[in-house]
């Protein structure tokens, strides 16, 4: 089982404090979503295991961290300034303005006919889906990029404009001679980077899955030309693997080819990994959406980025940079520009993919529907719950919370004792603790603790002496 729909989620995560609307006291801000106590360890779960298996875990891969807000002349020559829009239109009744393309994702209920071509076609026109009306005006492309200045300056100063980032990709390119010197790399190798970007979305929406500030993880690995279609297909082929092995089904999981008129103005060949973000649609084909992106971007960047690269046709000079991003092969004694295959992911997605799929719900005997969060060991924000099971023994506390300090540094642990033990059972199943551990009456005379199974609801009964040992071999069983 998964979530029936987001919304489950949304309510879920405010009500057990993994995600929370943004400014609420305020009355919100649109888009954007804070990551309470539960939903920042969720998150750093998420990157943790990203960054150990895309750098600890291989011998080709360096990390880095650069800077949001960039020179401007970075966006020029990767021409964001230019070509990183959506298709903007406006309702003429009503004035909200949404990105032409998914207003055409819109169900078929919601399209008009308007009319008939010369070819007797028919005409139709999608609703607005504020007011229903289907009067818009004519797309106009709308930049993405957030506008800043830096310095003291006046607002209007154009040498004083910068945007913030709208990828991490371009920090990684502007440093490949750093990090290739630095690091004494040869090809293939790659760079990796997790950080915030920022897009101006013109329709942003679905809880976490599209916000105006939100979280990449992406590495761009530099491959010779001719070598970059089977890296690409190895690289697909990893990143749909990775998905599964932190805990997401096969089932709600999918490869989408880009079609060309899809792909940005860099990539050769585009492949998404799509997830059944929105199960609850009628169609099928609608219950999928971008998970991650994983693109061959040629030897676009690299080539934009040096100073004065020519193409064939003498076309896409750069006077401003400094240097050439050209790389010399010291066997073959060539010189050339890598190609590069990009792996880019959302840590946001990430972390609603892996809340809707890990959602089930299961009946008591009492007839009760209880929820619980399945979330595979290494991504659940708490490992193991210590719970006494009565509060007011001070010999039970004591020895709760001692077993709770002694866990600590072994795994993230709590203590709780504050409600009765089978309203501390549902709270840790809700937000996916694998393990509750019961401290009672016969724990004092035998030394030994009941292990309840988050997933089966199973008890064991465990010898504390064993107990870290026991824990984390359960922990780290799991496939
Ligand atoms: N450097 C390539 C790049 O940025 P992208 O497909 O635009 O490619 C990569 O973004 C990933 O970043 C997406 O697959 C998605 O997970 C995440 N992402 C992009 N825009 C987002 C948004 N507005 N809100 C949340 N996540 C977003």
């Given at each position: 089982m998964s979530a029936p729909n987001i919304d489950t989620i949304v309510s879920l995560a405010k009500r057990r404090g993994f995600v929370y609307p943004s400014s609420e006291?305020?009355?919100?801000?649109?888009?954007?979503?804070?990551?309470?106590?539960?939903?920042?360890?969720?998150a750093n779960n998420v990157r943790q295991a990203w960054w150990r298996?895309?750098?600890?875990?291989?011998?080709?891969?360096?990390?880095?961290?650069s800077s949001i807000i960039l020179n401007r002349l970075v966006w020029k020559y990767s021409g964001h300034e230019e070509t990183f829009t959506d298709p903007l239109t406006e309702c003429r009744k009503c004035h909200s303005r949404f990105r032409k393309d998914e207003l055409h994702k819109q169900p078929p209920d919601?399209?008009?006919?308007?009319g008939v071509s010369d070819t007797s076609g028919l005409i139709v026109s999608p609703m607005c889906p504020n007011c229903d009306a289907t009067d818009w005006t004519?797309?106009?492309p709308f930049n993405l990029m957030f506008r800043t200045h830096v310095g003291a300056t006046a607002e209007d100063d154009a040498d004083a404009l910068v945007y913030l980032r709208p990828e991490t990709a371009q920090g990684i390119f502007i440093n490949f001679l750093n990090v290739l010197n630095t690091s004494r790399r040869k090809l293939p190798f790659g760079v990796a980077q997790i950080g915030k970007s920022f897009r101006n979305e013109v329709t942003p929406g679905n809880f976490i899955f599209r916000t105006r500030e939100f979280e990449q993880m992406e590495m761009e690995y530099f491959v010779r030309p001719g070598e970059d279609e089977q890296a690409h297909q190895e690289w697909i082929d990893a990143c749909h693997q990775w998905f599964q092995s932190i805990g997401i089904s096969g089932d709600n999981l999918r490869l989408y080819e880009q079609p060309k008129e899809e792909l940005a103005h860099y990539a050769k060949r585009t492949v998404d990994i799509q997830y059944r973000f929105f199960p609850e649609r009628d169609d099928?084909?609608?219950?999928?959406?971008?998970?991650?992106?994983?693109?061959?971007?040629?030897?676009?960047?690299?080539?934009?980025?040096?100073?004065?690269?020519?193409?064939?046709?003498?076309?896409?000079?750069?006077?401003?940079?400094?240097?050439?991003?050209?790389?010399?092969?010291?066997?073959?004694?060539?010189?050339?520009?890598?190609?590069?295959?990009?792996?880019?992911?959302?840590?946001?997605?990430?972390?609603?993919?892996?809340?809707?799929?890990?959602?089930s719900e299961k009946t008591t005997d009492k007839g009760e529907t209880r929820v619980i969060l399945k979330l595979h060991h290494s991504m659940a924000p708490i490992k193991v719950a210590v719970l006494p099971l009565a509060k007011n023994k001070p010999e039970i506390v004591g020895m709760a919370k001692a077993i709770k300090r002694s866990l600590q540094p072994v795994v993230r642990a709590v203590y709780d004792?504050?409600?009765?033990?089978?309203?501390?059972y549902a709270r840790q199943d809700e937000i996916g603790t694998p393990f509750c551990v019961t401290v009672d009456h016969q724990s004092l005379e035998d030394e030994a603790v009941t292990v309840r199974d988050r997933d089966t609801w199973e008890q064991e009964r465990v010898k504390v002496a064993d107990l870290a040992t026991y824990l984390l071999q359960r922990l780290t069983e799991q496939a």
């Open positions: 006291i305020y009355g919100g801000l649109g888009s954007a979503w804070d990551y309470g106590p539960l939903g920042v360890e969720l298996w895309m750098v600890y875990e291989r011998d080709d891969i360096e990390g880095l961290d919601r399209f008009v006919r308007v004519e797309p106009r099928e084909e609608r219950h999928w959406d971008e998970l991650m992106g994983i693109a061959n971007r040629t030897d676009f960047d690299l080539r934009t980025h040096s100073k004065k690269p020519e193409d064939s046709e003498g076309k896409r000079l750069n006077p401003d940079s400094t240097e050439d991003l050209s790389y010399f092969d010291e066997q073959t004694k060539q010189r050339f520009y890598p190609y590069v295959i990009e792996p880019a992911a959302g840590v946001n997605r990430t972390v609603l993919a892996l809340l809707m799929d890990a959602y004792d504050t409600g009765g033990i089978g309203k501390l």
